[in-house]
């Protein structure tokens, strides 16, 4: 397991060590993968803590069932209105650190609605980016 410096909620690691989890740096926060897919990202900044938490990595079809288990989760407000794949069980929750064990112990037994392999940027054709100009 790769823990990197300064990882909230670093429970979640714990409890997800059988996988041998890496963690990613990622906009402030730390992304949670499991190979190539990417399971959670943990959040706590000073900025919009409204938004700090265990970010869930799922689809908006899965959005209702997993709520009946987290009726703490909630959208992340930093992404506007329009509906987004990822949703929140933050912080300030009373529920929190019980609903993210939960969310472990889904993730643990590979349940089909939590995690997603990201979209992979395309390289410019070539291969390596040009960095010098012809004049």
């Not at 996988?19 to 402030?28: A, D, I, T």
């Not at 009373?94 to 889904?106: I, K, R």
């Amino acid at each position: 397991m790769k823990k990197t410096s300064r990882v909230q909620f670093d429970f979640v690691l714990d409890r997800l060590e059988p996988l041998s989890p890496l963690v990613r740096p990622m906009f402030g926060c730390h992304a949670v993968y499991l190979g190539e897919k990417m399971v959670l990202i943990t959040r706590k900044k000073e900025t919009e803590r409204h938004d700090n938490g265990v970010w869930i990595a799922t689809a908006v079809e899965h959005h209702a069932s997993l709520k009946k288990i987290f009726p703490s989760m909630r959208p992340i407000r930093l992404f506007g209105t329009k509906p987004s794949a990822w949703q929140n069980i933050p912080e300030d929750a009373d529920d929190f650190e019980e609903s993210v064990l939960t969310a472990c112990e889904l993730i643990l037994k590979n349940d089909p609605r939590i995690g997603k392999i990201p979209v992979r940027k395309k390289r410019p054709a070539g291969g390596k980016k040009n960095t010098l100009r012809k004049r």
